[in-house]
């Protein structure tokens, strides 16, 4: 206080860190539960809350405060951020800044699509959140641009295309800033994009870096593809994490396309694949590849969670780890890449293993198959993953991962080589069909497992899967939600259901809870999830009407307290 009044007498502007979120707030994001300013609460990405006013005991009086509409019906998937008594969340075309107590509109800012925009990207209409920094709130937009806002006011402050939409290219990724560098990546996969992640100055926006998932010809890796073939996909479009120790940013890679693999035999580097970097640079240290020639869509781009756990001869290890689309729960020692554990936690039969002394799946024979010649087999689990994108949570008190797993298979089967021949980017790079099968029973389940034996401590069965992130906390809760537009709180040693509530549309993005003037609160979107919809056939969800809705949760309170005291 004195050195900020000294300043200002002798004319001496203080950095603008001082009334925004330093490096420092960002790298101490989960130590300090009031408020949430990281995508994942925390860099290490963990959903875990240390608050627990709301707990096991209390969580049945769990009542709405507040809603806010979003007027969206394209889908709510970012995880909101909480600053100072407001919250801000994102969706396709608008950032708003929400009174955190009162759920009133502070400011909106709509961004201005070209027409053809929702027409023509890829892969969802959808906004994953945003970044805070200095002052300033960052966010992707569809047509592949990066902004920065004003986080008091909401105006642009500064604004840089990053690529072209007409290319295949856009953007829903939540931005990662990471030593001071705002970094964003591409969705596009499906569309034949060669994905990049990128580096943009704070301050200015300024492109700093690029630094491509898919080798150019002389950079080690080029060899992974045929000679003649497209060398498309590789997107980077769900955030990493970030371990400030070591400087190591950690980004996962999407898919090869297209899909069908029979012409781009090779490992594909790096698509599937996690990669290490250098925030000030983009320099990759290290890099692990999860499904090489991937023919089933499995992605690789899920959260990359950051702990520290004993090996099972009770040694610490510093670990990253990832549910995978491709059904296996990975575990990385995040100083150099090398595995550590690999179990499978939902059915899988692409691969019998993860080799842990090479690091490679060991396919099964229907995926040599495949990938040696196409043909078809029954698959699983299903283009829509052992878990789709929304993250998982780690709670570092139980050693335990909270996972939304989707239980389908698919009838996959590879199109004529001459359905794929001619791709440019901008086209639907497929090649395949892949009807789901499954259980109607059972599609789905939310379940609590040791990330190194792969032990599952406890699942909850669900009729149609969840696409929502799950959260924990001290107070011994998993929040999470369904489809169906239940949000929910289950008891994180048991799995026993504690509390629930309907709201009218799907739960798609990441439950936060946050805290302000000593109360404890939940907040979650519910809105349809466009991309989603076309993956899940239960009846129910045609009644469900799309929706956009901030919702934000607070304890009933029977004996309202009354100002009787003297001020
Ligand atoms: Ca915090
Ligand atoms: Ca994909």
């Given at each position: 206080m004195l050195r900020a009044s000294l300043l200002a007498l002798i004319g001496v502007a203080l950095p603008l860190t001082a009334f925004g979120q330093t490096a420092d707030d960002l790298k101490n994001d989960a130590k300090t539960p009031g408020d949430v300013l990281t995508y994942g609460m925390g860099y290490s990405g963990q959903r875990y809350s240390e608050l627990s006013s709301i707990n096991r005991d209390n969580v049945k009086r769990l009542v709405p405060a507040w809603a806010y509409s979003m007027a969206d019906n394209r889908g709510l998937e970012a995880q909101p951020l909480v600053k100072d008594g407001v919250i801000y969340i994102t969706d396709h075309e608008k950032t708003v800044a929400i009174d955190a107590l009162s759920g009133k509109e502070i400011w909106k800012n709509v961004i201005e699509y070209p027409p053809e925009t929702t027409r023509i990207v890829c892969c969802g209409i959808v906004n994953r959140g945003a970044a805070m920094y200095d002052g300033k709130l960052y966010r992707t937009t569809l047509d592949a641009n990066v902004i920065a806002l004003d986080l008091k006011t909401g105006k642009e402050v500064w604004r840089t295309k990053s690529s072209d939409p007409s290319e295949g290219y856009s953007m829903t990724v939540a931005p990662l800033v990471a030593d001071g560098v705002v970094i964003a990546g591409v969705s596009g996969a499906e569309f034949g994009v060669r994905g990049y992640l990128e580096g943009f100055?704070?301050?200015?926006?300024?492109?700093?870096w690029r630094t491509y998932t898919i080798p150019a010809q002389g950079e080690p890796g080029y060899d992974s593809w045929p000679a003649n073939s497209t060398r498309a996909g590789g997107s980077t479009w769900v955030t990493g994490t970030y371990d400030p120790e070591l400087n190591l940013v950690y980004w996962g890679v999407g898919n090869p396309a297209p899909w069908n693999p029979i012409l781009r035999k090779g490992d594909n580097l790096n698509t599937n694949s996690v990669l290490a970097l250098r925030p000030k640079t983009g320099e990759v240290v290290w890099k692990y590849q999860m499904s090489p020639n991937d023919p089933f869509d499995y992605d690789g781009v899920n959260e990359w969670i950051i702990a520290d756990l004993k090996d099972a001869s009770g040694n610490p290890r510093k670990v990253v780890m990832q549910g995978n689309r491709n059904g296996f729960l990975y575990v990385i020692d995040r100083t150099n890449g090398k595995l550590i554990a690999a179990n499978k936690f939902v059915d899988v039969?692409?691969?019998?293993?993860?080799?842990?002394?090479?690091?490679r799946p060991v396919w099964s024979a229907q995926t040599k198959d495949i990938i040696e010649h196409g043909g078809k087999a029954r698959i699983f689990p299903s283009v829509t993953g052992g878990k789709n994108w929304a993250p998982m949570a780690f709670d570092p008190t139980r050693g335990l991962v909270y996972v939304n797993a989707i239980e389908m298979g698919m009838d996959y089967e590879t199109l004529p080589a001459d359905k794929i021949a001619n791709l440019k980017p901008g086209d639907p790079f497929f090649g395949v069909k892949f009807p789901l099968v499954f259980d109607p029973e059972k599609r789905g389940s939310l379940k609590a497992i040791n990330p190194l034996t792969g032990e599952v401590k406890w699942q909850v069965p669900f009729k149609t899967p969840n696409f929502a992130g799950t959260l924990v906390t001290a107070g011994g809760l998993v929040i999470t939600g369904q489809m169906t537009g239940e949000v929910m709180a289950f008891d994180a040693d048991t799995g026993k259901l504690m509390w629930e509530f309907q709201t009218p549309s799907s739960i798609n993005g990441s439950p936060i809870t946050w805290e302000k003037d000593g109360k404890q609160y939940i907040t979650v979107n519910s809105g349809i999830g466009g991309v989603y919809a076309m993956h899940v056939e239960d009846p129910r969800l045609t009644h469900v009407p799309a929706g956009g809705t901030v919702w934000t949760f607070k304890l009933f309170e029977e004996f309202p307290q009354r100002s009787a005291s003297s001020n």
């Open positions: 100055d704070a301050q200015t926006g300024k492109s700093l039969n692409w691969a019998d293993k993860v080799d842990l002394t090479t690091g």
